[in-house]
């Protein structure tokens, strides 16, 4: 056995279901924890229980690998309908967070994907997800394989979100009062660097919007008296503020790899990217962690530069202010 084995590995070396059982161990006649490190020389009892399972935290503490093979064989068959659940629970959970739920109901599609990861069902696949052998990019590596050349180009698993909403506070300068609840407009999102307006709500203090902001003007003609000058703190660094924005362009391939290619080389983080055909034309949707105007500026005339792009655009909510 390996240096540093433990009666889990001895127990698991006798014999399997000797493993199964295996609640306790003495060691030289004095019990010990599982986690213990035999010596050579020892001589090892183990105490079974026909009433015991293995626990998953045994792949933590045991050394060898026929041990760690023989606990993760007996999760796959005793817990299978579990794990075939919960398989699906992270899918769904994930792809839709992803918005790319239309390939959940494909299940030719993810036959095949259980067929080229020598899956014998989707289900064994589903299994392996729900119990952390296959990850979700093994599985969205082999959608993009599956689909026609051209519209894999669309998929993107998207990074979790960097922006530092704890610090928007900092950024902004209310004029002639200190210490007030900030909030930024979801309607039009500003960035540093944009003109700025002040709206003070109803118990959510005051609310920053772009100047253009349709959502602000509306406001600004029906409750003048809430209006407050407000302004950004010079050169404040190291927030990210999220940004919607629309490209369109006549369709070719490859065009989403490159509008993505030039947001990764200005080290912009996209937290949410969707590509689609809209009456002919090739829409790109995306959700962009930028830091300031200027940045927001360069990656607009980046992306407007490449070919077939007809325009660039920021998106306003009108819903939401």
Not at 53 to 80: M, V
Not at 116 to 126: A, Q
Not at 285 to 301: E, G, H, M, V
């Amino acid at each position: 056995m390996p240096v540093g084995s433990t009666p889990i590995d001895f127990a698991y070396r006798i014999h399997t279901d000797v493993g199964h059982r295996c609640v306790g161990a003495k060691v030289n006649a004095k019990i010990v924890p599982l986690e213990h490190q035999l010596q050579n020389a020892d001589i090892v009892e183990i105490i079974t229980s026909k009433h015991s399972n293995p626990r998953l935290d045994w792949l933590k503490i045991c050394k060898s690998t026929h041990a760690k093979n023989k606990i993760r064989q007996w999760f796959k068959k005793e817990r299978r309908e579990e794990n075939i659940h919960l398989g699906k629970e992270i899918l769904e959970r994930e792809f839709k967070k992803n918005h790319l739920e239309e390939y959940l109901k494909d299940n030719q599609l993810f036959q095949k994907i259980a067929d080229k990861l020598t899956f014998h069902t989707s289900e064994d696949l589903y299994a392996s997800i729900g119990y952390g052998e296959t990850t979700l990019t093994q599985i969205f590596n082999k959608i993009k394989e599956e689909l026609p050349k051209g519209e894999e180009d669309g998929l993107f698993l998207i990074k979790k979100s960097k922006k530092s909403k704890g610090r928007y506070v900092q950024a902004i300068k209310v004029k002639g009062i200190d210490n007030v609840l900030v909030r930024f407009s979801k309607c039009c999102q500003p960035v540093l660097g944009d003109e700025i307006k002040g709206y003070i709500t109803l118990g959510k203090g005051v609310s920053i919007h772009r100047a253009d902001c349709p959502n602000f003007q509306a406001l600004s003609q029906h409750s003048k008296e809430r209006l407050i000058e407000v302004s950004w703190e010079k050169d404040f660094q190291g927030v990210f503020y999220g940004v919607e924005v629309e490209v369109e362009a006549s369709d070719r391939p490859g065009l989403l790899s490159e509008i993505m290619g030039v947001i990764s080389e200005l080290r912009i983080n996209a937290s949410y990217c969707r590509a689609f055909i809209q009456k002919e034309k090739a829409v790109v949707k995306l959700s962009l962690d930028i830091n300031n105007r200027n940045q927001l500026d360069t990656a607009f005339q980046r992306i407007g530069k490449l070919k077939n792009v007809i325009q660039v655009k920021r998106l306003i909510n009108a819903t939401n202010n």
